[in-house]
């Protein structure tokens, strides 16, 4: 029996492979299958010619979009400069216009006082303010008092001879305030140095 058994599984599975190679599937699940299998050998078999139309129809696409991606980038950050440079002096403006304010106030109040020393204090006072409100911007003056003679902040406009070797080298004498804006030199201070 059991040679009989084993002659018959033989043979069942000899018309399997037989069905399978010939496309006479009795199995329904074995069918969908082979029918995959045969859309897979189209999909391999397809004309390379169409695969490659297809990809380079799916490149073009995508350099249209990021062509236009780059353009909009390139058309908000010229917007962003533009605004910018029209509204960069904000800052300044806004620091600057109390000490405007004061300076309108005092000369009404000129007009009304004849006394020099009302009006110094009250030009002083202007000035303190407009000096505060150019260190909050990072506007600071060049120090020139005592100071050696560095080109990087001083232009020295005369030479003063016979001051003794103790200022030789030295500003001797500011004609001309320097300042500096958040440590560039945006102007010499004019000085005169001892020789």
């Given at each position: 029996?059991?040679?009989?058994?084993?002659?018959?599984?033989?043979?069942?599975?000899?018309?399997?492979?037989?069905?399978?190679?010939?496309?006479?599937?009795?199995?329904?699940?074995?069918?969908?299958?082979?029918?995959?299998?045969?859309?897979?050998?189209?999909?391999?078999?397809?004309?390379?010619?169409?695969?490659?139309?297809?990809?380079?129809?799916?490149?073009?696409?995508?350099?249209?979009?990021?062509?236009?991606?780059?353009?909009?980038?390139?058309?908000?950050?010229?917007?962003?400069?533009?605004?910018?440079?029209?509204?960069?002096?904000?800052?300044?403006?806004?620091?600057?216009?109390?000490?405007?304010?004061?300076?309108?106030?005092?000369?009404?109040?000129?007009?009304?006082?004849?006394?020099?020393?009302?009006?110094?204090?009250?030009?002083?006072?202007?000035?303190?303010?407009?000096?505060?409100?150019?260190?909050?911007?990072?506007?600071?003056?060049?120090?020139?008092?005592?100071?050696?003679?560095?080109?990087?902040l001083h232009e020295a406009i005369a030479m003063v001879p016979g001051m003794g070797d103790d200022k030789k080298g030295k500003v001797i004498d500011c004609l001309q305030?320097?300042?500096?804006?958040?440590?560039?030199?945006?102007?010499?201070?004019?000085?005169?140095?001892?020789?």
């Amino acid at each position: 029996m059991k040679e009989e058994e084993k002659n018959i599984l033989e043979e069942e599975e000899t018309l399997k492979e037989e069905e399978i190679e010939t496309g006479n599937v009795e199995n329904p699940e074995d069918a969908e299958e082979s029918e995959d299998a045969k859309e897979s050998e189209d999909a391999e078999k397809k004309d390379p010619l169409e695969a490659a139309l297809e990809e380079i129809e799916q490149l073009k696409t995508q350099i249209l979009y990021k062509t236009a991606e780059f353009d909009n980038y390139r058309k908000r950050t010229l917007k962003e400069k533009a605004e910018l440079i029209l509204n960069g002096g904000e800052k300044a403006v806004s620091a600057i216009l109390p000490v405007i304010d004061d300076m309108e106030r005092a000369m009404e109040n000129g007009e009304k006082t004849e006394d020099p020393a009302v009006l110094r204090e009250g030009m002083e006072l202007i000035y303190h303010k407009f000096m505060k409100a150019l260190e909050s911007l990072g506007v600071k003056k060049i120090e020139t008092d005592n100071a050696d003679f560095n080109t990087d902040l001083h232009e020295a406009i005369a030479m003063v001879p016979g001051m003794g070797d103790d200022k030789k080298g030295k500003v001797i004498d500011c004609l001309q305030t320097g300042y500096q804006l958040n440590e560039k030199v945006i102007r010499h201070a004019k000085v005169a140095v001892g020789q």
